[in-house]
């Protein structure tokens, strides 16, 4: 790596936004606003605007919330009353419901009848629904879950699949004040009351199964042991996918949106809970994590209208299944008045170009998927600029994780050259971005654009001292509106205290391994748990991902490095071949001389493993850490939660690994 005091000469970046591009986006007009009300800089473009958002938090946060027309019924007493981390307050005294914010829409006449949601199954045809029939589906629905006796502060669930019902529930949720929470039909029965028993919801909506691959798929089973084993459910709510009959005792989605009333939005405190996320629970019961209705509003609205640069006329599509945060982040599209593309199926039915289809079909202007997704395209020579219109397309976003430069290769030829290609980071924890995309500033190979606003993002050593072009842990110094307000069931906060704050106490340790470059922009290398370090030298597992899944031989890798008890070290890599590769000592030798060539000859794995398959969580991360565990002979039953893996029977080969080295 090139030290920061010897920069290496700046490669040109990959795509700049032009002059009528920067003088258009929203963040340039929020800026000059911001200059002009609270004094924020009018000139040095983003650079200065974000050091001004995190140098002056309090006034940036109250500008955006003035921007935005933030509607607190109740005034507030102050931004940012205590900045204590964990436990910052923010708006003290106000009240605010941020599905009154998200239904907004609706009261303007000349806009109640455009498309508020469009859903698209795998045949691909989008239904739209005006945010008139929003508006009155939630109204309705609300009222029903009142007369339910659904109360401020009440668990409503969801299990279901990413459709406009789905929407439609949550919205309805937060206007009564109760605190949404969902799981998508594809987890089993305990990966759901995993999750669901530690909240105790008193209102479940779900499906009868779903479609998934051109199949369909009966989760009516489930959905009885879901009921056995949530004994706190005062009403079970049936939302026929499949065209079955409600079981016993269930209500019928159609009925209790039949109504037409004005939707009451109750005005809770700034900092009531609005929804449980959680953690994907690989070695233990799922963190519960509770954010708040303000925390969210602000924290989506800064993101989504500044950011992605979004607003009334755009179309936001992003593959998501309602167990991600993606799609609490994707339902937050109609804050700004967008219209929400969900898209409910497979991400490659019936081909792997499906998502191209998907954004040709709904006129998407954001297009967000998965880096995974994006590399998946390549590898199977897909052509979505010559396939598909994707003229409507501005921004191609990416997570999960980082996008390889290959990645932001092949978007930039097989899409178009005029692209934004925006690889965005963040967590479930703050359900945001810490940083990615910039509508203003230009795209780097393999690079996140910049620290998002407001978000005091840096790199830090292990003596806690801040580093540029260096790889080092990525830590937030000043409190986000959307941290959680506490993960549920922690009644003295020490679960969340240990998992962000724990090795710099007050400050956000989130757990990845970043660079901050001397131009500002922003390098991910992979979780900080599971890093690689070889006579001291430390790696990310994600740039050895990129180096490895570029041979067109393998379709996934997984790398893990032990610490053995003789102070040794084994770094096995473990490679799910392509179809018709063989793990020849020809192929071996190719893989080491890749990483030996691309990534430093400290890093070639003492041993290169074929595997039948590399386990993931529900949401499609790399399992790392379980694995490692395994690989140290811990059992199976201690080392990973099955209830949070795609694949159990996957893990029986590490496991067995383990056993024949043991």
């Known amino acids: 790596m090139t030290s920061a005091a010897n920069p290496a ?9 032009d002059s009528d591009r920067i003088a258009g986006a929203r963040i340039t007009r929020f800026q000059a606003w911001a200059a002009d009300r609270y004094g924020a800089p009018a000139e040095g473009g983003y650079p200065a605007l974000h050091r001004w958002s995190v140098t002056e938090l309090d ?14 019924s109740s005034p507030y007493e102050a931004v940012l009353a205590d900045r204590t981390m964990p436990g910052a307050q923010w708006f003290p005294g106000a009240t605010v419901n941020y599905a009154e914010h998200a239904l907004r829409t609706a009261e303007d006449p000349a806009r109640a009848g455009d498309p508020a949601l469009l859903h698209v199954d795998e045949s691909q045809e989008p239904v739209g629904i005006s945010w008139s029939e929003l508006r009155r589906q939630v109204g309705s629905l609300a009222a029903e879950l009142r007369a339910l006796g659904v109360r401020p502060g009440d668990r409503v669930s969801g299990y279901l699949p990413n459709v406009p019902q789905a929407v439609t529930a949550l919205l309805a949720a937060a206007a009564v004040g109760a605190v949404w929470t969902s799981c998508a039909p594809d987890f089993g029965a305990r990966s759901v009351l995993d999750r669901f028993q530690q909240v105790e919801p008193v209102v479940l909506f779900t499906v009868d199964g779903y479609r998934y691959g051109g199949k369909r798929h009966d989760r009516t089973d489930v959905v009885a042991e879901l009921r056995r084993e949530l004994p706190t459910l005062r009403a079970v709510v049936h939302i026929p996918l499949l065209g079955t009959p409600a079981p016993e005792g269930a209500l019928e989605w159609s009925a209790l949106t039949a109504g037409d009333q004005e939707p009451v939005f109750e005005q809770v405190p700034f900092d009531h809970p609005l929804w449980v996320l959680y953690s994907s629970g690989t070695t233990g019961l799922p963190k519960a994590i509770v954010q708040s209705q303000g925390g969210i509003l602000l924290e989506h609205f800064k993101q989504l209208g500044l950011h992605c640069d979004l607003g009334p006329g755009d179309r936001f599509f992003w593959y998501t299944s309602t167990g991600w945060m993606m799609w609490n982040f994707l339902v937050s599209g109609l804050l700004t008045g967008t219209t929400v ?8 039915y019936p081909d792997t170009g499906a998502q191209w289809g998907v954004a040709e079909r709904t006129g998407a202007t954001l297009f967000g998927t998965s880096a995974a997704y994006v ?3 390549r590898k199977a020579g897909v052509h979505p600029g010559r396939d598909f219109d994707l003229s409507r397309v501005t921004c191609v976003a990416t997570t999960g994780s980082p996008l390889p430069p290959d990645g932001f290769r092949w978007l930039h030829d097989e899409v178009r050259e005029d692209l934004w290609i925006a690889s965005v980071s963040g967590g479930t924890d703050v359900c945001s971005c810490f940083a990615g995309a910039v509508p203003t500033l230009p795209v780097h190979i393999g690079e996140l654009q910049a620290p998002c606003l407001g978000t005091d993002l840096q790199a830090w050593d292990a003596q806690g001292a801040p580093v540029i072009g260096e790889v080092g842990e990525l830590v937030v110094t000043n409190p986000m509106p959307s941290m959680p307000i506490r993960f549920w069931n922690d009644p003295d906060g020490s679960r969340y205290r240990d998992s962000y704050f724990d090795m710099f106490p007050g400050v956000w340790r989130h757990g990845d391994w970043i660079t901050l470059t001397d131009h500002g922009s922003v390098i991910i290398h992979g979780r900080s748990d599971s ?3 070889r006579q001291g030298v430390r790696m990310g597992s994600a740039d050895i991902y990129e180096v490895v899944e570029r041979l067109p031989e393998i379709r996934e890798s997984l790398v893990i490095g032990l610490e053995e008890p003789d102070g040794g070290y084994w770094m096995p890599l473990f490679v799910h071949l392509a179809e018709g590769a063989v793990l020849d000592e020809a192929l071996r030798t190719k893989i080491k001389q890749a990483i030996r060539e691309q990534l430093s000859p400290r890093h070639v794995p003492d041993e290169i493993i074929e595997a039948p398959g590399v386990p993931h969580t529900l949401t499609g991360k790399r399992i790392e850490v379980p694995v490692k565990r395994l690989l140290q002979g811990t059992a199976l039953d201690k080392a990973v939660n099955p209830g949070s893996v795609d694949n159990l029977d996957l893990l029986r080969f590490y496991e067995d690994i383990a056993r024949k080295r043991g």
Request: glycine fraction near 6%; proline fraction near 14%.
């Open 375 to 377: 590399m998946a395209c």
């Open 531 to 533: 890093t690689l370090n």
């Open 59 to 72: 006034t940036f946060w109250q500008a955006v919330a003035a921007w935005f027309d933030i509607r607190f």
């Open 341 to 348: 593309v969900l898209y409910d199926g497979s991400p490659g």
């Open 9 to 17: 000469p700046q490669p040109a970046p990959l795509w700049q936004p």
